[in-house]
Every structure is written in C-alpha cells, then in structure tokens.
C-alpha cells in the first residue's frame, strides 16, 4: 500500500539514488531542476550518471552543476550550447551526448511515461546526423523516424507547492517538463517550495497527481555553497 505521507529529508531522498543510475531531471535552462536534490547529489558524489534532461543548463546552475563536476558521463538533450563545459567534454571524449530535438525530446518523454515504445516523427527525415541509422517506416505514403520512448531509474522534478500525498503544482514557466518527467522515472522524486497537508489544494490547481510521486523533499533553495562545504 502506497504511503499516504510522501515527505522525506533530501538526505533520504538521495539515498535511492546511486551512482551508474539514468537520472531524468524537469528543467529549462536550469529553470524547474530540482536545486536542493542536485546539491545533495553533489554533497554525496553520485557519479558515472546516464541524464536525460532538455539541455545542459549553465556551468554554474541546475543539472549545469553535475556536467561541470563530471558527474555525467552519458547525456540526453536537446541542446547543450548555454554549458561550454559539456561542449568540451564532449569534445574531449568524456561526456558522451545523444541529441534529441526540443519536441521530439518532450515527445520521447511522454511516450515512456505513457507506457508507450516510441513515436512516430518526420522530424530529421533526410538529415543523416537526426536519422543516424535510426529505424523508419511508411504510413500512408509517408516515411516517419521512430524515436524510442526515454524513461529513467529515478525522476527528479520541482514543483511550487506540494501536497504530503504527492500531488503537485507548478509555477508558470518552471513547469516546462516537469509534468512529463513525473510520470517516466520508475521512482519520482518531487522538490517542492512549500508542501502542505493532503487536502489543501484546490483540484482544478493540481497538475502532476500524487499517484505518480514517490516522494517529496521540502525546498532549501539554490545554494551551491552549501553543496561544496558538505564535499
């Protein structure tokens, strides 16, 4: 039987998570990543760690933070231009990067989230960098990539508030893939600013529903000074 209280220390939180794990993380440009949780996965030196996330943030923000400590070793994303340190280790053989475009990434998402194989897109047909060997088919006379479905061991996400049960609200444009990544994680984790008792948000206000949340870790805010001083 599921918990109906979901709320633990980021500590804890952090213990289901390990090194070699494929980690997915909401976010975009380090707007909607989970800043507590990713201070303490430095503070714990997780490593060698597959990330499925939009981007690569920045050097110094958000999952930006875990590509510049060398944490990642293999990363998905739409783009990693606003990180030069991905660029350089890309470059430099040691951060491997599979590139998915923006849609197609959010697509992949939701399709693993939903239970789904894959999707059928036209995106990338005829550029050989996008098709890259990638499998294709023909529905009624057009040809179609097939993108495989993304889903992860563990789910990170960042929310506005929180209820103890798991259900989530978002803020604005920090929602961004935070609803998709929710529902691809075999265990998901939520971040929240402020979590409050079951019950007490409106339902219509309600966006990820606690039966896709694990558990949930009471915000300290971004601090990255007090994710070095723990090393």
């Not at 440009?29 to 760690?49: D, Q, R, Y």
């Not at 053989?93 to 990434?105: A, C």
């Not at 604005?172 to 019950?199: D, F, K, Q, W, Y």
């Amino acid at each position: 039987m599921r918990e109906t209280n979901k709320v633990i220390s980021v500590q804890e939180a952090c213990k289901k998570i390990t090194s070699g794990m494929t980690i997915m993380l909401g976010g975009f440009g380090g707007v909607g990543n989970p800043p507590t949780i990713i201070c303490e996965m430095l503070a714990a030196e997780l490593k060698n760690l597959t990330v499925i996330c939009n981007d690569a943030g920045f050097p110094d923000i958000g999952v930006g933070r875990l590509v510049t400590d060398k944490r990642v070793v293999r990363l998905i994303a739409s783009h990693i231009g606003s990180n030069p340190n991905a660029g350089k280790q890309m470059t430099n053989g040691e951060l491997e990067i599979e590139f998915s475009p923006q849609g197609t990434l959010a697509e992949r998402i939701r399709a693993g989230g939903s239970g789904l194989g894959g999707i059928l897109t036209d995106i990338g047909i005829g550029n050989d960098f996008v098709e890259n060997g990638k499998q294709t088919v023909e529905v009624n006379g057009r040809r179609y990539l097939v993108e495989t479905a993304l889903t992860a061991e563990v789910s990170l996400v960042y929310a506005k508030k929180a209820d103890t049960y798991g259900n989530l609200v978002y803020d604005t444009s920090a929602r961004n893939t935070n609803p998709l990544v929710a529902t691809a994680g075999n265990l998901t984790i939520a971040e929240a600013e402020e979590i409050v008792e079951a019950g007490e948000l409106h339902p219509e206000e309600i966006v990820t529903p606690g039966a896709f949340v694990d558990y949930v870790v009471k915000s300290e805010g971004v601090n990255w000074t007090w994710a070095w001083e723990r090393k």
